[in-house]
């Protein structure tokens, strides 16, 4: 008892530079986490495939940790907001993970990023008009720009597609090697149902998106990289809304149980899906590359990654997560360009550095 008094500094600054590192680890997984969606893609297993193996990868490692956190006796409350359980799955589990799944096979992994990266904007946005959180005007001034950088990365990627910019979205030669692999196991797969969602994962206008079915005139807002930006922005919306919702939730529930049941109510939308599909995609699973990034996506990206993210909110605050949330399109354009081969363009570097400097304004004009 003598030692109290000095005893909750060392555990708060231990905290907090757990809190540093947890948030740093979550901005490097998510980061490689869309190249190697990308890569995985290129090696021939469908999209939905892909999405619904993930997924029950990411649902069993959630599930696992927070049995193991319940047995440690930390428990919800037993009066649980079970809407809004549901509300935050929807909008979590569900949308944003087929919507961010759509916009990976679509468009380039630092457009991806670069979107994913206005997060905490809309959230802002978000905050004010649902929760009546207060924005100064050196926030909203952060807000326009960021919007401005998100409007210049998402317009961009409307040019139409060259056969030197598909090649480039997936041009390794271990990528290559191991999709004529894959191919050569399951050859008519490969050529017909599999050959749409090649073409649709790296090209700008893919010929294969036919399995979309969009009508008429709206249908050129959601295909090639353009419609994978637009769906991007989506996803980010999604999530941005799921954190707000996720707010009043979090009182009654750890974050990672609450990441294990919305991960547990989305997955059977998501295997629904992908059911179809499901049986020529687990013929797959003997590729070893294809194993590793489904397990890297299942058991860090969508599973551990989730209450490692809300550890670092609540011990350093939303605002210094922000910081370490702007490193995320930074690793993913290193690692898209060292595992793909893509290059940043100038659009891209423009509204990157808008959208980056937004949120820097926006979080230095925060009350």
């Not at 998402?154 to 041009?171: E, H, K």
């Not at 997955?267 to 687990?282: C, I, S, T």
């Not at 702007?326 to 690692?335: E, Q």
Request: net charge positive; with cysteine.
């Amino acid at each position: 008892m003598m030692s109290a008094p000095r005893q909750p500094t060392e555990n708060s600054t231990a905290l907090l530079w757990l809190a540093e590192l947890s948030l740093l680890s979550v901005a490097v997984i998510w980061g490689v986490n869309i190249p190697l969606m990308k890569i995985a893609l290129a090696l021939g297993i469908d999209r939905f495939a892909l999405n619904g193996l993930r997924l029950v990868i990411s649902a069993l490692t959630l599930l696992v940790f927070a049995a193991l956190e319940y047995r440690r006796g930390i428990r919800p409350n037993v009066r649980l907001n079970w809407k809004g359980i549901l509300g935050y799955a929807i909008l979590v589990s569900v949308l944003y993970q087929m919507l961010f799944l759509l916009s990976v096979s679509q468009t380039t992994s630092a457009d991806i990023a670069l979107i994913m990266a206005t997060v905490p904007m809309w959230t802002a946005i978000g905050a004010r008009l649902l929760l009546k959180e207060i924005l100064t005007d050196r926030a909203w001034l952060g807000l326009i720009i960021g919007f401005t950088g998100t409007v210049v990365v998402t317009l961009q990627g409307t040019p139409p597609a060259t056969p030197s910019r598909t090649t480039s979205a997936v041009s390794t030669s271990a990528v290559s090697t191991a999709a004529s692999t894959a191919a050569g196991k399951n050859t008519p797969a490969t050529s017909s149902d599999r050959g749409a969602n090649s073409s649709t994962a790296t090209s700008d206008l893919p010929a294969g998106t036919a399995a979309e079915p969009v009508p008429g005139r709206w249908r050129s807002l959601f295909v090639g990289r353009f419609g994978g930006n637009v769906l991007a922005l989506a996803a980010a919306l999604m999530w941005a809304g799921g954190t707000i919702f996720s707010r009043p939730v979090l009182k009654r529930i750890s974050p990672l149980q609450l990441s294990a049941f919305s991960a547990s109510i989305g997955l059977p939308f998501h295997l629904a899906v992908a059911w179809p599909v499901l049986p020529a995609g687990m013929r797959l699973l003997s590729n070893l590359q294809l194993d590793a990034c489904l397990i890297y996506s299942g058991v860090l990206s969508t599973g551990l990654a989730l209450p490692m993210w809300s550890f670092g909110v609540k011990h350093a605050g939303a605002a210094h997560a922000t910081m370490f949330q702007n490193l995320c399109p930074i690793v993913a354009i290193v690692s898209a360009w060292f595992l793909l081969g893509e290059p940043l363009n100038p659009a891209q570097a423009v509204g990157g550095a808008l959208i980056l400097g937004g949120l820097l304004i926006m979080r230095s004009g925060r009350k």
